[in-house]
């Protein structure tokens, strides 16, 4: 599948002027002309995808998993008793929030999608405008559901009018990070440091996020503050983290901050006894690249080839997706993987509950009431109490080296789950810490 080519970085400043993290500013730039019907015997879905740029690692598996679907419904779908022809058009966003508004412009109003999917939830600040105004079913995951609503001014009791989201809270993510720490033997002195885009944010609103339930369990935070997209130089923080005799250490960070960071903390003799930070542990390559040094690193579990789902497309057990996706393409598996496939699972049935797929309003009511088990698990709309929003389970897992000769490097051991957000997750493995690893 041939897929666009790009690297952009963005600055803070870039981010809110051309993302539209205040919705209609980067929309407002862009002609809205009459949409026409596409041909009757043929779906169109639009997807969006952090293909190249510094959030590629979260779309790996992206053209995978499209050529997946693809050959999955090449023979078309039925929907209300009548065969469609389904077509895909992939569009890369260049992980640059602005460039997703206009590649979703291109979507809806040149192609003509009946549907738009998005694996990155950043794609919905300017897209999900377009979305809404021209009245097309667009859902999108891989984020934090608080900032999918904050970015473009919603709320809860509101949500969106076309825009859609199945994902993990900042809340929940929240309580399972602080639950896990509070199995541990530490001085509850903890260092925190976040990117400043929304899923930044989000971990370190006071209000919603990490600091509100490190307050609520007596810790003691040492503030590095949120810092800009372009930062390469953390030796403030460290210094920070250092003097304050810091256990802990998390944040939000993406692959190239953290390897940075950590860089200079090792460089100063910061040896704190946990690193859980959000972003840059999700991936086997970022382990791979800290070499001995991922050894005990920890992070949010969204999926695993261990959870107990199953594909409502393929009938597939996680463990299945996992081993397919290692056995064609010899990387081992990602955790956005499921969720892909998931996005897939959610807009097909979206489509399917249309009964007409040129019928927007019914796909709206098949969204807002579908119920649907997939490969990540329970996906509800229907029975959520945010509006717009069907929120997923999360965990906490801990990567350890494995011996040599093993299949992988590293594997992810799920070590913790909080039995009010994650009900059907269950440890599998026991947190350790830096210091008792050889």
């Known amino acids: 599948m041939p897929s666009e080519k790009g690297q952009t970085g963005i600055t803070r400043r870039q981010f809110v002027k ?49 050529e997946k679907i693809r050959a999955l419904v090449k023979d078309g779908i039925d929907i209300g008793g009548k065969k469609y ?29 009946d549907i738009l999917l998005a694996d990155d939830g950043d794609s919905h600040f300017a897209a999900g405008e377009i979305a809404d105004q021209q009245g097309i079913p667009f859902i999108s995951t891989i984020n934090q559901w608080e900032p999918f609503l904050a970015a473009r ?11 859609f989201m199945f ?45 509100h339930f490190l307050k609520k369990d007596g810790y003691k935070i040492v503030d590095g503050g949120f810092v800009r997209f372009d930062s390469d130089d953390f030796s403030s923080q460290v210094a920070m983290f250092k003097d304050a005799n810091c256990d802990i250490v998390s944040g939000f960070l993406l692959d190239p901050h953290f390897q940075t960071f ?18 840059p542990f999700l991936f086997p390559t970022s382990l791979e690249a ?11 579990v969204w999926w695993t080839p261990d959870l107990p789902f199953k594909s409502s497309l393929t009938g597939q057990t996680a463990r299945q997706v996992a081993d397919d996706w290692e056995a064609e393409t010899g990387r081992q598996w990602t955790q956005p993987l499921g969720y892909m496939h998931a996005l897939f699972e959610v807009g097909l049935a979206a489509l399917k509950g249309a009964k007409d797929p040129r019928d927007k309003e019914g796909m709206r009511a098949a969204i807002r009431g579908m119920a649907l088990d997939t490969v990540i698990g329970p ?22 080296k494995t011996k040599p000769g093993s299949k992988h490097m590293y594997e992810l051991g799920i070590v913790y789950a909080d039995p009010t957000t994650s009900p059907n997750i269950k440890p599998n493995a026991e947190m350790k810490l830096l210091t008792e690893l050889g």
Do not use: C, H
Not at 265 to 279: C, E, L, N
Not at 379 to 400: C, H, L, P, Y
């Open 262 to 279: 950590w860089g200079q903390a090792r460089q100063s003799g910061f040896s704190p006894k946990v690193v859980t930070v959000a972003a």
């Open 379 to 400: 996906v509800n709309f229907r029975d959520s109490k945010i509006k717009s929003v069907a929120v997923t389970e999360v965990a906490m897992g801990q990567w350890r």
């Open 85 to 113: 022809g389904v077509e895909i058009i992939v569009k890369d966003q260049q992980s640059n929030p602005k460039r997703a508004g206009e590649v979703g412009r291109d979507l809806m109003l040149q192609d003509k999608v």
């Open 153 to 163: 001014g919603s709320t809860p009791d509101k949500g969106y009018p076309w825009t």
């Open 18 to 66: 051309g993302a539209a993290a205040l919705g209609g500013a980067a929309v407002a730039n862009f002609p809205l002309p009459s949409l026409a019907a596409t041909p009757s015997d043929t779906v169109k879905i639009g997807y969006i995808s952090s293909i190249s740029g510094p959030r590629s690692t979260f779309s790996e598996p992206a053209n995978y998993n499209v």
């Open 290 to 300: 800290l070499g001995d040094q991922g050894d005990g690193m920890s992070t949010e």
């Open 167 to 211: 994902a993990f809270g900042a809340s929940d993510l929240a309580k399972n990070y602080v639950g896990l720490w509070n199995t541990l033997k530490t001085n509850k002195t903890i260092g925190t440091l976040y990117l400043d885009i929304p899923p930044g944010q989000a971990f370190g609103s006071q209000d919603s996020g990490i600091p």
